[in-house]
């Protein structure tokens, strides 16, 4: 399921130059301004433009040619530090029949066409810089093999920009991680499922001589100890009622309090309401579903008040309902609210248990209910297909 890589690395001179900002968090603008700027930028490789495909292609050929990424064989060490938060993981190959038979675990649903888009600039451009985020049941092991034998060196590079730490290491010798990694029953997506569905789809096109490199696809694998979700706020803006018609009508039905100044998160359980400049709290019960999904705050404000209130069928494609990141303070997520006449929500984020008991029960998150954080890096590995 798991092998050492067989690609690049990218230099430590040019890191500063090809290492992306966090594509989520990037305006089109500052985007733009990037790849203007730039040549050596690795969102060159992150092009959703079927026209931009073969520039990228030029981009990618050029780097493995010219020093700017160097080949490289084995296995590597990734952490990021996020504050005061650190998580370290492996980087791999993990091959394609893992996530087709289910050892591979998914929380979200895909869309066939934008898994097949995936795989056309995979196709086109040849290959990749951006690993999908797997998570792996931790393994003292494992654990004690990266931090005994690999982390407590230097790093071969270590890139700060402002409060994330990015920081690499090269595994010497064979100090047992891969028959550790051959134990490990499955793993979690936390972030990648299109590009993990892409990678299927291209494993399965005729591509003479190029089998080995398609059957698996580029990750970094981390235990769940060290992952950290936040919820997405949700802002509603029905056009057709005023915020204080919908928080009458809320009311009704749930006994709410008036919240003077919101801090942190919410307990689980309870929801945070935002609506004409005024915060509110109130306790949703747990859903009368069977399974974990049904358990979780996102999926008790769909289907308590978002749904039957607010008539809210659809949340994945509903226009009137926008969602804002989790890690973004909850002033922003008032200021959008207020900007659109609505209501925000808030709720208590799901745990990294709750995405794997979910994955495992074979269900689905509701949609945007879970923010993995810190995103990581694009531009260190990069993987030919």
């Known amino acids: 399921m798991i092998r050492p890589l067989d690609g690049y690395v990218v230099s430590a001179d040019a890191a500063e130059r090809v ?5 989520e968090s990037l305006h ?4 733009d301004r990037i790849l203007a700027t730039n040549p050596d930028s690795s969102l060159f490789l992150l092009t959703e433009d079927a026209e931009a495909r073969s520039h990228a292609r030029e981009y990618l050929d050029r780097v493995t040619i010219d020093g700017t990424f160097k080949p490289t064989t084995g296995w590597w060490v990734y952490r990021i530090t996020d504050e ?9 190959e993990v091959a394609v029949t893992a ?6 675990r998914r929380h979200e649903h895909t869309v066939a066409e934008v898994a097949g888009h995936v795989a056309d ?7 990749s810089t951006h ?14 093999i990266v931090a005994g034998t690999v982390t407590a060196g230097d790093p071969v590079l270590r890139l700060a920009r402002e409060h994330r730490i990015q920081e690499i290491w090269k595994v010497a010798g064979d100090p047992g991680l891969g028959a550790a990694l051959d134990a490990i029953p499955a793993l979690y997506i936390a972030d990648g499922h299109h590009r993990s569905a892409g990678a299927a789809v291209l494993s399965r096109r005729e591509a003479p001589g190029l089998a080995n490199q398609r059957s698996h696809f580029l990750a970094v694998l981390f235990p769940e100890t060290d992952m950290r979700t936040l919820s997405y706020h949700r802002c509603l803006h029905l056009p057709e009622h005023s915020p204080a018609e919908i928080l009458a009508a809320i ?17 689980p359980g309870e929801t945070w309401l935002f609506a004409e400049g005024t915060w509110y709290t109130l306790r949703l019960p747990h859903g009368t579903e069977e399974g974990p999904t049904s358990a979780l705050d996102a999926s008790r404000l769909q289907y308590q008040i978002l749904g039957p209130i607010c008539d809210v069928a659809d949340p994945r494609a509903d226009p009137r309902l926008n969602y804002v990141p989790g890690h973004l303070p909850l002033h922003v997520l008032a200021d959008e609210c207020t900007r659109q006449t609505g209501l925000g929500f808030v709720t208590h984020p799901p745990s990294v248990e709750d995405v794997i008991a979910v994955s495992d029960a074979g269900g689905i998150m509701p949609p945007k209910s879970t923010w993995f954080t810190p995103k990581i890096g694009a531009g260190f590995f990069l993987r030919r297909v």
């Open 84 to 92: 005061d938060h650190q998580q370290t993981g492996i980087v791999a």
């Open 99 to 104: 996530y087709e038979s289910d050892r591979i």
């Open 251 to 267: 009311a009704r039905h749930f006994p709410m309090q008036r919240l003077p100044e919101p801090d942190g998160v919410p307990d």
């Open 28 to 31: 089109v603008a500052e985007r």
């Open 19 to 23: 290492v992306a900002p966090v594509a």
């Open 121 to 127: 600039t995979l196709d086109e451009v040849g290959g």
């Open 131 to 144: 690993p999908v985020s797997l998570i792996y049941r931790h393994d003292p092991v494992i654990d004690d």
